[in-house]
Nanobody, 126 residues
């Protein structure tokens, strides 16, 4: 069992930056692809960014491409999401998730992920 804990959320003005962290409890985390998702009030949870097990391959949805950067430090069992040029539309609870699957390059659906954190709130004011 892998426990994930997100941190780094908060209130920021539009145009500002935040760095989210996702810390894992088990070393096996370093072998799993990881995704960041977010859920705004009244909306479905959506995939934002993904990273493969080594950190050498990343994927972003168009809405955040060029503004967000996902990275990982497997020695620290931690994945990061650097968010720059934040917009009010980025306001949501952000979740990290890890999947034990390895049958495809990317996993964009929440049901494809095995382990989830409880989320961290990001609020961007205009």
């Amino acid at each position: 069992q892998v426990q994930l804990v997100e941190s780094g959320g908060g209130l920021v003005q539009a145009g500002g930056s935040l760095r989210l962290s996702c810390a894992a409890s088990a070393r096996t985390f370093s072998s799993y692809p990881v995704g960041w998702f977010r859920q705004a009030p009244g909306k479905d949870r959506e995939f934002v960014a993904g990273i493969n097990w080594s950190g050498g391959d990343t994927y972003y949805v168009d809405r955040v491409k060029g503004r967000f950067t996902i990275s990982r430090d497997n020695a620290k069992n931690t994945v990061y999401l650097q968010m720059n040029s934040l917009k009010p539309d980025d306001t949501a609870v952000y979740y990290c998730a890890a999947t034990i699957r390895g049958d495809r390059r990317w996993f964009l659906k929440d049901y494809e992920y095995t382990y989830w954190g409880r989320g961290t709130q990001v609020t961007v004011s205009s």
